[in-house]
């Protein structure tokens, strides 16, 4: 069973149980030429760009390439430059950076982000592989298989960052209260997992949401290790859809360079 780390992280633990449950829902995304990604994106959640341009700056062009006039925000390029890491599990990126610039809010980071590009500048010597989950369609997967686990996901509020026990700057003192399966305004369906949820301040239920959170874990753990992986080149651009795909890598060791982008589109909120 799952189990909660010094920092309050909550770790899964891979079952047998439910391995042909989650089998089937990973996703490795085909590689594509601009003028494909939007369609490919669309159908698969995920799509390479084999081609783009050199340097970071690529980025915010694969963007407008890929969305087009639905592009609606981007925020800075993260270079993300290491030399060795462990596991990172699956997860949906989106972080609360809100700064104050001379009287004018500014937001740095954005928990709507529906768009995600990594770029690959330089692949780690051993290990780094990256790994895709549809959570669409591992929802629908544990609608029959788990549907009380797939009630809670769909129904319950949690608080999202509530198990830091150091938390870092940017995550709010203030309990953020949300549900991990929403919907947009438009309907379109979100699906998310941050390690530190728990249950939301005074719930009635908190034993067994945390049970759930525990079985939730368990299975994001298992789909992990059934899932296949695959390898980003030098150069190669990869663009998820960050409302429907949790993503993560491999540990790895060796120089592993990227650059990540987040983006707001017209179909975030």
Same mark, same amino acid.
């Given at each position: 069973?799952?189990?909660?780390?010094?920092?309050?992280?909550?770790?899964?633990?891979?079952?047998?149980?439910?391995?042909?449950?989650?089998?089937? #829902?990973?996703?490795?995304?085909?590689?594509?030429?601009?003028?494909?990604?939007?369609?490919?994106?669309?159908?698969?959640?995920?799509?390479?760009?084999?081609?783009?341009?050199?340097?970071?700056?690529?980025?915010?062009?694969?963007?407008?390439?890929?969305?087009?006039?639905?592009?609606?925000?981007?925020?800075?390029?993260?270079?993300?430059?290491?030399?060795?890491?462990?596991?990172?599990?699956?997860?949906?990126?989106?972080?609360?950076?809100?700064?104050?610039?001379?009287?004018?809010?500014?937001?740095?980071?954005?928990?709507?982000?529906?768009?995600?590009?990594?770029?690959?500048?330089?692949?780690?010597?051993?290990?780094?592989?990256?790994?895709?989950?549809?959570?669409?369609?591992?929802?629908?997967?544990?609608?029959?298989?788990?549907?009380?686990?797939?009630?809670?996901? #769909?129904?319950?509020?949690?608080?999202?960052?509530?198990?830091?026990?150091?938390?870092?700057?940017?995550?709010?003192?203030?309990?953020?209260?949300?549900?991990?399966?929403?919907?947009?305004?438009?309907?379109?369906?979100?699906?998310?997992?941050?390690?530190?949820?728990?249950?939301?301040?005074?719930?009635?239920?908190?034993?067994?949401?945390?049970?759930?959170?525990?079985?939730?874990?368990?299975?994001?753990?298992?789909?992990?290790?059934?899932?296949?992986?695959?390898?980003?080149?030098?150069?190669?651009?990869?663009?998820?859809?960050?409302?429907?795909?949790?993503?993560?890598?491999?540990?790895?060791?060796?120089?592993?360079?990227?650059?990540?982008? #987040?983006?707001?589109?017209?179909?975030?909120?």
């Amino acid at each position: 069973m799952a189990h909660r780390s010094p920092s309050g992280r909550r770790i899964g633990a891979v079952r047998a149980e439910l391995t042909d449950l989650v089998r089937g #829902t990973g996703v490795v995304p085909e590689r594509a030429s601009a003028a494909e990604a939007g369609a490919l994106l669309a159908r698969d959640g995920a799509v390479v760009l084999a081609e783009p341009g050199p340097g970071p700056e690529a980025l915010p062009v694969v963007a407008a390439q890929v969305w087009g006039d639905r592009l609606r925000q981007l925020f800075t390029v993260r270079p993300l430059r290491q030399t060795a890491g462990e596991l990172l599990a699956l997860h949906s990126d989106g972080a609360y950076v809100v700064v104050d610039d001379h009287g004018t809010r500014v937001d740095l980071r954005s928990l709507h982000e529906d768009g995600l590009l990594q770029r690959c500048v330089h692949p780690a010597a051993v290990g780094g592989d990256s790994f895709l989950v549809d959570g669409y369609a591992l929802l629908d997967a544990l609608a029959d298989g788990l549907p009380e686990l797939h009630a809670f996901l #769909t129904g319950v509020e949690v608080d999202y960052f509530g198990g830091w026990v150091d938390p870092p700057r940017e995550v709010p003192r203030t309990p953020l209260v949300r549900r991990l399966v929403e919907h947009t305004r438009s309907g379109r369906r979100v699906v998310r997992h941050s390690e530190t949820a728990v249950p939301a301040p005074r719930d009635p239920g908190a034993a067994g949401h945390d049970a759930c959170l525990d079985l939730w874990a368990d299975v994001l753990a298992t789909v992990t290790e059934v899932t296949p992986r695959f390898r980003l080149d030098a150069g190669e651009v990869l663009v998820v859809d960050n409302h429907r795909l949790l993503h993560g890598r491999d540990g790895f060791t060796g120089r592993r360079d990227m650059d990540v982008l #987040t983006v707001l589109t017209a179909d975030a909120w």
